[in-house]
């Protein structure tokens, strides 16, 4: 602890902030989910996530603003993690955020206030950075008694926030504090900004105030934004009197976990101290993403939770930890946490229950893939592995491409990932060629034959039967203006009532009859456009484009495959009761005789689990 100002717990941090701006009439807003509401973001990783539609105008609120301890998971910089100690994967994020409520004189005046009266830490330690051209915040740091020397002007690319080429925009304003001399890079020339240790950021004040054109015209906004962050384990550092956001006390405690499964003591070697950090920074998000729902998988945020755990498994074995053990952990994140964060302890078992899956899963496959690669290299002396190898790892033996370029890197070497890429290109193709081909085709013929057709009015939600319009004809492959007995085609009505095959549920079959003749409908899809396609033969007589029909949908097998839609939705239920509300549907098929039901978990289902899904 630093004699100068007093020593905070991360938990008396949080609550100091949040109470701060809850008595100046600021509302609370609990933490988000990991998975935002959002389909532009992987994972949440700001405060502001929550409140997007709130800065977009879509939304008011009656309070003059907001504040929240958001948690996050930034990804950009996975393989920077363990390197130093001031990178983390998982983060809180403290912020208070107005959307016209609060002016840039009083958000200051606040984070002035809070800084330097409720967490005491001394002025000549502070420094505040501004846009070049913001002489506003400037002469308001200087109205509450900071020294010019410690305010520095920055450029855009420092202290200015766009969301774009055109759009809302505006300065922003950072908060630093100096952890002295002696941890500093020893440049006269060394202030905020510098990328050593000495000056850490611990808010940044962004004032939303600006609409740039696109052209570099700025025009004041009605009602101005304003948006802080200030990381809560880095104030901590500070609070604390560490220069390593691993020496936090709450992720501290994890490290001394992981240390005691180990036999290492942080801070024995350069090798072990980065193994600790990778798996202690790891094991905090990927239990916090779990419990919001994530489950491992091969793509998108899936596959970074895989890839973290990954990750923290093989560092694991670094350190001479020969078995699986990262769910025990678990146990020292959720005591650390629980308070702020109650879900971890309810979700316990299950977290460890994932996490345990996965890391049993990769031990499994790890020694022969460690094997392979050291074969290959055992016998080449490129200084780049070919991508066909990398593949074969990853397709093999579960290796990820990320993994096997830190390993090579690790030993100065690369990966040919565009032809990995390629290789891993041509499977999902491939793979989706045998998805298509596995199905049946709504018809054989070119698409286009269709276009220009109005999108059919779909009636059977309401009834089975419909008096309506043969509006095309498609015979091989090409417009017809008629077709006769015997005849396989494909037309499209008017109106129909027969249901096209979506959702994983079939399309609906039938009868069409005319003046002239009656065509057995086989199947019904739907083009891009809406339009109905009506698998179909020609029974008897003869049918012409234009010509009056009625269409009567299978009234048996309509509500055979009803029935299984419904068991699909009971059966959804039954898993989520059973395993758990992480349980997603990832796929279906319905038909008139049993329903198929793909779903998220992370292993297969035991006998007393599957016999409980049956029950229910």
């Not at 970074?304 to 694991?316: K, Q, S, T």
């Not at 996490?355 to 002396?381: P, Q």
Request: charged residues 25%; glycine residues 8%; proline residues 3%.
């Amino acid at each position: 602890m630093s004699a100068d100002y007093p020593s905070m717990t991360t938990a008396e941090i949080r609550s100091k902030f949040l109470n701060f701006f809850e008595e100046r009439g600021l509302k609370l807003y609990p933490s988000s989910s990991l998975v935002p509401d959002d389909p532009s973001l992987l994972l949440a990783n700001a405060g502001m996530n929550q409140f997007k539609e709130y800065y977009q105008g879509k939304k008011t609120m009656k309070e003059i603003g907001a504040i929240s301890c958001q948690k996050c998971v930034r990804t950009n910089d996975i393989d920077c993690i363990g390197e130093d100690g001031r990178h983390l994967s998982f983060f809180e994020m403290l912020g208070d955020f107005s959307f016209g409520g609060v002016s840039k004189q009083q958000a200051c005046a606040w984070a002035f206030e809070l800084i330097t009266k409720e967490f005491k830490l001394p002025l000549d330690r502070l420094y505040f950075t501004v846009f070049t051209e913001d002489d506003e915040t400037h002469d308001v740091w200087r109205s509450l008694g900071v020294a010019e020397d410690h305010i520095s002007r920055l450029g855009e690319d420092d202290n200015f926030w766009a969301a774009g080429p055109t759009g809302p925009c505006g300065p922003c304003s950072e908060i630093y504090f100096d952890m002295g001399e002696e941890v500093g890079c020893g440049s006269p020339d060394c202030k905020p900004g510098c990328d050593c240790d000495r000056f850490v950021e611990v808010w940044n004040l962004v004032f939303t105030q600006f609409e740039n054109d696109g052209h570099n015209n700025y025009t004041p906004l009605d009602h101005p934004n304003i948006d802080t962050g200030m990381g809560l384990e880095r104030l901590a550092c500070v609070m604390q009197g560490v220069d390593n956001l691993f020496l936090v006390d709450t992720v501290q405690n994890i490290m001394r976990h992981i240390s005691r499964i180990a036999g290492v003591e942080y801070g024995a070697g350069e090798k072990s101290d980065i193994s600790l950090r990778v798996i202690t920074d790891h094991i905090r998000s990927t239990s916090f993403m779990i419990s919001d729902g994530v489950m491992p998988s091969n793509e998108g945020r899936g596959y970074v939770l895989r890839r973290l755990l990954r990750r923290a498994a093989r560092h694991g074995r670094l350190l001479g930890i020969n078995r699986p053990f990262l769910s025990e952990v678990v146990d020292t994140v959720i005591q650390e946490n629980e308070k702020a964060y109650p879900e971890l302890r309810e979700k316990s078992a299950m977290i460890k229950k994932v996490i345990s899956f996965e890391e049993e899963s990769f031990y499994k496959t790890i020694d022969k893939g460690f094997a392979l690669l050291n074969g290959i290299l055992d016998r080449t002396d490129a200084t780049i592995l070919s991508g066909e190898d990398a593949f074969l790892l990853s397709d093999t033996f579960g290796f990820p491409i990320d993994l096997t370029k830190e390993i090579l890197a690790e030993k100065g070497m690369a990966v040919d990932e565009e032809r990995f890429r390629a290789l891993a290109l041509k499977q999902r193709e491939t793979a989706r060629a045998s998805r298509k081909n596995a199905g049946a085709d709504a018809w054989a013929g070119d698409a286009d034959v269709l276009e220009g057709l109005e999108k059919t009015a779909f009636a059977g939600y309401t009834k089975l039967s419909t008096e309506t319009a043969v509006t095309a004809l498609v015979k091989d492959g090409a417009r017809a203006e008629s077709a006769e007995a015997g005849d396989e085609i494909v037309l499209t009505l008017a109106e129909t009532p027969f249901y096209a095959e979506s959702g994983g549920q079939i399309g609906d079959s039938g009868v069409i009859r005319t003046d002239s003749c009656t065509i057995r409908v086989l199947d019904t899809t739907k083009n891009a456009s809406g339009v109905y396609v009506h698998k179909a033969v020609v029974e008897e007589g003869f049918v012409r484009e234009g010509d009056a029909a009625e269409a009567s949908v299978d009234a048996e097998r309509r509500f055979a495959i009803m029935r299984n839609h419904t068991a699909a939705h009971l059966l959804q239920a039954a898993l989520r009761t059973v395993l758990g509300d992480h349980v997603e549907q990832a796929g279906q098929l319905v038909n008139e005789q049993a329903v198929r039901f793909d779903f998220t978990h992370f292993s297969a289902l035991t006998d007393e689990e599957l016999l409980a899904v049956e029950r229910l």
